[in-house]
């Protein structure tokens, strides 16, 4: 299917600056975005006449760090608010951010921030673990998770509503009270939760391999995460490829919202990409030091491989090791999607840089790939 890419670039733009989500934030915080929005990023000025190029260029850089900045002192004000009303009500907690925006692969300038509200008065743990052996917990609360965190989600939505009347507070989540309006700076989605202690924390010691116990009210039952496990080994590994792991997620996200925003459906969630990439070849995302393409290379390689070895893809798990990635085929037709998708931005940014290419019928994706490699776009 035909892109529109000046629609996509328009998007991006908009994305980015966050103009896109005034309506979810104060009003101060509003002309601040608007204000900002009139300057542009230094994306928009490179390869000027090679707008698909362009689009790739902007696609995969970190969103401008004062919006992720306001995002986390968001959460951050919001947690002080609960941490006094929970406090009065004899509930003790603590806080964590999780998600993209920490992991800095969200690619909005207004995006929602999860803020994790961990009551400290009560956790669960592994009876095998090392601490536990030692002696080193209490006996066994006779309180249950679930009364817990049903406990926990009851006196934060109250708290909230009370602490910000201007600001819309939806509690139809089964997870997450989600914030957005009022005196909100960007929408903040508050998450009750407490600690489990793994095995491998009693072990380590290190907030990394601590689970984090969530509720999903409308089951109603609890879930467990490993938040921080995801987001340390994603860090090591675009650590280790300088920075091409998380361009290549940021890339992969702005791609599927704009087919989605085009009538084109991928059912594949942030979490999942960032999984997914996770996944390909170092040495094709560690190239992008030099030639930032080949960072589209790679990603569209890999996609493209999984697309034809379904068994690989369903094989893969998540950077944390709790599960499979593709553990719905709606998912696995999402990576589809994103693969051709990722196809058609790499033939046409490939022409943007080959004469040849671009007046051969028969050249390919393989092709495409070879010049995404090689090529250098100067910085400004």
């Not at 944390?320 to 999607?337: A, H, M, P, V, W």
Request: aromatic share 6%; proline share 4%; with cysteine.
């Amino acid at each position: 299917m035909a892109v529109n890419i000046d629609n996509r670039l328009n998007r991006l733009r908009t994305r980015r600056s966050g103009t896109d989500r005034t309506h979810q934030v104060a009003l101060d915080a509003a002309a601040e975005v608007f204000a900002k929005s009139r300057i542009d990023e230094a994306w928009q000025k490179r390869a000027k006449d090679q707008p698909y190029t362009r689009y790739c260029l902007g696609a995969m850089q970190a969103v401008d760090p004062d919006y992720t900045r306001i995002s986390i002192e968001t959460a951050e004000r919001v947690g002080r608010q609960l941490l006094g009303g929970l406090q009065a009500v004899g509930i003790p907690v603590e806080f964590r951010i999780q998600g993209s925006v920490p992991l800095d692969v969200h690619i909005r300038g207004v995006s929602d921030v999860d803020l994790l509200t961990l009551e400290t008065g009560f956790y669960t743990y592994d009876t095998r673990g090392a601490m536990s052996l030692g002696g080193q917990y209490h006996l066994p609360s006779q309180r249950t998770s679930l009364s817990v965190l049903v406990n926990l989600r009851t006196q934060s939505e109250r708290i909230l509503k009370d602490k910000y009347p201007a600001a819309t507070v939806d509690t139809s989540g089964g997870k997450a009270i989600a914030m957005s309006g009022g005196s909100l700076a960007r929408p903040v989605d508050v998450v009750p939760s407490h600690w489990h202690d793994t095995s491998a924390y009693q072990a380590s010691n290190h907030e990394r391999d601590r689970v984090v116990t969530i509720l999903d009210r409308k089951i109603p039952d609890t879930v467990d995460n490993l938040p921080f496990l995801h987001i340390s080994r994603i860090n090591e590994r675009d650590r280790s490829v300088f920075g091409g792991l998380k361009k290549s997620i940021r890339l992969c996200k702005n791609v599927k919202n704009d087919a989605n925003e085009e009538g084109r459906r991928i059912v594949f969630p942030s979490f999942d990409i960032a999984a997914t990439m996770y996944h390909a070849d170092p040495a094709g995302f560690q190239a992008g030091i030099a030639n930032e393409l080949a960072v589209l290379a790679e990603t569209q390689r890999f996609l493209d491989e999984l697309y034809h070895d379904e068994a690989k893809a369903k094989s893969l798990m998540v950077p944390d090791g709790s599960r499979r990635i593709f553990d719905s085929d709606e998912k696995y037709q999402g990576l589809r999607t994103l693969s051709y998708e990722m196809d058609e931005l790499a033939k046409e940014v490939a022409k943007e840089h080959s004469p040849l290419l671009r007046v051969s019928p028969q050249a390919t994706v393989l092709d495409a790939r070879k010049v995404l490699r090689e090529t250098y776009v100067p910085q400004l």
